[in-house]
């Protein structure tokens, strides 16, 4: 399924604010000018992060009909919206997240807890009740301000997330998951290309450009 394009529209400028820090007015600012946050909202998406899996699937066609999915870290929802969409009413999308305060997502199977603990693995296992065709993780741990950190923190879910897509994955099953570049993703990058038939890091065009997050791809799971 290919997504409809989308058109740019006009740009806002904010009026001044007492009291209103100068991060939280760029921040806003950036929203409201932001195209695929309008467009989010118009299609009604629950993040605009929905785009970055729309373009990495318009690109490599592995979100299929009748498809079972995992989506992890997957709040507030826009990839579980979009797996939805394109699985079909005959595929199955079991989304995690470790916020409390989440809704979930209708027509997917929410769990809500922390990826790192014991139990969400087990969890998991239950819910898809044998393997997956597909694991995406865009898991996120909140910023520390300190990039080397930032993304040893980020590097250490993507690889507990290969450890449970390598448990769960079936055959030709696909892993996709958010990585910060920094140095530790190259490793990750390596290990994982022994286990698919196609591995990459890809930046979807939607992902913003002063960010040094990217998704490694790898399809054609080889099961031992
Ligand atoms: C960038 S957001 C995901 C956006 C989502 N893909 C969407 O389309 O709406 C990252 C998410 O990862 C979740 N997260 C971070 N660490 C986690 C963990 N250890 N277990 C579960 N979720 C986690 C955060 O709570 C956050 O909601």
């Known amino acids: 399924m290919k997504s409809k394009p989308f058109v740019r529209g006009l740009t806002t400028k904010l009026k001044k604010k007492k009291g209103r820090k100068l991060s939280s007015t760029t921040w806003l600012s950036r929203q409201l000018n932001d195209p695929y ?3 989010a909202g118009v299609r009604g998406y629950k993040s605009r992060a929905a ?3 729309i373009e990495m699937d318009d690109r490599f066609q592995f979100l299929r009909q009748g498809l079972r999915v995992v989506d992890l870290g997957a709040a507030p929802g826009g990839w579980t919206q979009v797996a939805l969409e394109r699985v079909g009413t005959n595929g199955k999308v079991i ?8 809704d979930g997502v209708p027509g997917a199977v929410c769990i809500k807890m922390d990826f790192t603990f014991d139990s969400a693995i087990e969890e998991l296992l239950k819910a898809s009740n044998g ?3 597909i694991v995406l993780s865009d898991m996120a741990a909140s910023s520390t301000g300190h990039a080397k950190t930032d993304h040893l923190r980020i590097m250490g879910l993507a690889e507990h997330a290969w450890d449970f897509a ?3 994955l079936s055959p030709k099953g696909v892993f996709i998951c958010k990585v910060l570049q920094g140095g530790a993703e190259d490793t990750l990058l390596k290990e994982i290309k022994k286990s698919f038939v196609n591995v990459k890091h890809v930046k979807p065009p939607s992902s913003r450009k002063d960010s040094s997050e990217m998704y490694l791809f790898a399809e054609g799971f080889k099961k031992l």
């Open 37 to 39: 946050v309008r467009e």
């Open 95 to 102: 989304s995690l997240d470790k916020q409390e305060e989440w």
């Open 166 to 168: 390598s448990q769960i």
């Open 51 to 53: 785009f970055k899996l």
């Open 131 to 133: 393997t997956v065709d």
